[in-house]
């Protein structure tokens, strides 16, 4: 079983940056597809982003395409988020997930390991 933490989460002004970082533990990192999910405050748990297990492939939420970039460095075992342009709609727990294989779509149910979240608040 993999072991997924995130980190890099704060509290940051409406059109400011962070990255989100998530290590994962285990030697298989570089054969599976990771993602990003966020749980906005009394909302449902919503996809972000995803990328293949080489890096190859991502695909984006349309709510932050453009402003969002995933990316992941095998030898670190660890994929990112960075986020630009963020506005107070971005506030929201932040998991990351690795999917089941090569590939993943944004349905939670292709993914089989979450992290535990990392606050990210936007202020106006």
């Known amino acids: 079983q993999v072991q997924l933490v995130e980190s890099g989460g704060g509290l940051v002004q409406a059109g400011g940056s962070l990255r989100l970082s998530c290590a994962a533990s285990?030697?298989?990192?570089?054969?599976?597809?990771m993602g990003w999910f966020r749980q906005p405050p009394g909302k449902e748990r919503e996809f972000v982003a995803t990328?293949?297990?080489?890096?190859?492939?991502?695909d984006y939420a349309d709510s932050v395409k453009g402003r969002f970039t995933i990316s992941r460095d095998n030898a670190k075992n660890t994929v990112y988020l960075q986020m630009n342009s963020l506005k107070p709609e971005d506030t929201a727990v932040y998991y990351c997930?690795?999917?089941?294989?090569?590939?993943?779509?944004?349905?939670?149910?292709?993914?089989?390991?979450w992290g535990q979240g990392t606050q990210v608040t936007v202020s106006s």
């Open positions: 285990g030697r298989s990192f570089s054969r599976y597809a």
């Open positions: 997930a690795q999917g089941g294989g090569f590939y993943a779509t944004g349905s939670p149910s292709d993914f089989r390991s």
């Open positions: 990328i293949s297990f080489s890096g190859g492939t991502t």
